[in-house]
């Protein structure tokens, strides 16, 4: 019975139309530009200088969120590092993974933290993971803050195909896609893309390109020409 309807991405948006007949508007909740400062080095962070890492961060790190088999994945990457930041229902059953498997020197959990210190840390990676599965309308039309930190950091992503993520990763051609969130196939992409630095600088340009057009402030304009018009 609304007259005037907004939601957060196409997807959702096209859903709502099929379910409601009405029309819905989108503004896609892209964060706001903040100036994240000096960035610190590796060893600033008790990073290490000689590792390529993954970064996996959101304050819901939940079942279904690719968290586990990522540390899974972690197995086959002795010269990487996975840095999981946040939390979620899922941190305890990550947490004795990592114990389980002896992986303490390959994954570290870090607790919740503020914005800027956050993204000093994921800035100083060289690839962020999005691995919702598509196990509920909620995670298969999710567009989660992650990816576009990391394009704010300069880092590109990992996804998986789903709708909005792997659509904005395709079209940047700024990451990775893979058909499902698998051990294995973190694994092997990640193998792929260690030795090869062309491909790697390359991905982290789009990335970088990426960031300058997804921001916020463009969605704000969205926001106010809708109700400048629904406004009469």
Known sequence: KLKHVITVNGSIANAYRERYGVPVDVVRNIPMHKELGPLPSRSDLDLPEDR????????????????????????????????????????????????????????????RMPYERMMQYTRNADLGLSLDKDTSLNYRYSLPNKLFDYFRAHIPALVTDLPEVAGIVRKYEAGIVIPRVEPALITAEVRHLLPDRARRDALRLRAIFAATELDGEREKEALKAFLRRVGG
């Open 52 to 111: 390529f890492i993954l970064v996996l961060q959101g304050s819901g790190i939940n079942v279904d969120r690719g968290g586990e088999e990522a540390v899974m994945a972690m197995q086959e990457l002795p010269e990487a590092l996975l840095l999981i930041i946040g939390g979620g229902d899922a941190w305890p059953v990550l947490e004795r993974m990592v114990i389980d498997h002896g992986l303490q020197d390959r994954v570290r959990l870090l607790p």
